[in-house]
């Protein structure tokens, strides 16, 4: 709410980069525009809606039953949210925010989405400074990493900030110390996945086994409704007054096999 924009084209130049962000991961950006409808300036976004979902935050800390963190969810988010990184980064785009807050559960086991982007790019626009999307870019793998970094920490009742104190794998210790290394200003995509390609494998494993069960229970649901509509059309037809006399309906008539599914 009331929002000072310097340049309303860039309403429409950010709704269109962030529209052409197609990924599982990223919540898609449906609309971007400008009002006065609440008597002030304000910049409205829609995004596609997830019902019952819920921040990775409410998901493990605060909605009941508790959502436990394991070394697998561990994996699994990573993994997905290196898929979303690549995604936008591949477009010239970079996440403003990313933090447990950001970041939805809107399936199980696991499956989330990183909401919330677009509008940052707006209020944040200064016509008087370019824009580093590079920095920006290396800045969501260290927010990647304090991510990460703070949910491991939630594991164990050990209150170190040491990365090497964590209950996790070794091979996990190993990702986090990369994404929070300091020293490092080029972090890459293709160098972070090196870490850990193998538990890429079995999230496509996951997935896949997810998609065939879903749709075998599809497939069960389409043959439900084709009997339930066959069955609309018998009655239609069938048990009518005027085919009480319709010699058609006797025993010996063309219409009584029609009468046995009764």
Known sequence: HNVKIQDTTQI????????????????????LFQT?????????AIYDYYPLSSSLYEAHFV??????ITQEYLWSYLVQLVNALNAVHSKGLAINILD???????????????TGCGPF???NFNANRTRDIYAEQQQNFVDLGLLLKDLSSKM?????????DLAVEDKFKTVIKYL?????KEKTIKDLSHLFYDKMLASIDSTLSMTDYTEGVLSRELENGRLFRLICKLNFIYG????????????????FPIVLFY
């Open 12 to 31: 429409s130049r950010t709704f269109q980069s962030w529209k052409s962000v197609q990924c599982s991961n990223v919540v898609k950006l449906v609309d």
């Open 156 to 164: 164990s009742s050990i209150k170190s900030q040491a990365i090497d």
């Open 100 to 114: 447990w807050h950001k970041v939805i559960v809107t399936g199980s086991p696991g499956r989330i989405k990183i």
């Open 63 to 68: 909605n009941f039953p508790l959502t436990p």
């Open 36 to 44: 006065t409808k609440f008597n002030d300036s304000s910049l409205c």
């Open 121 to 123: 790019d707006v209020l």
């Open 180 to 184: 929070l290394d300091e020293q490092n």
């Open 240 to 255: 009518r007054m005027e085919s009480r006399i319709d010699i058609d309906w006797s025993e010996s008539g063309g219409k």
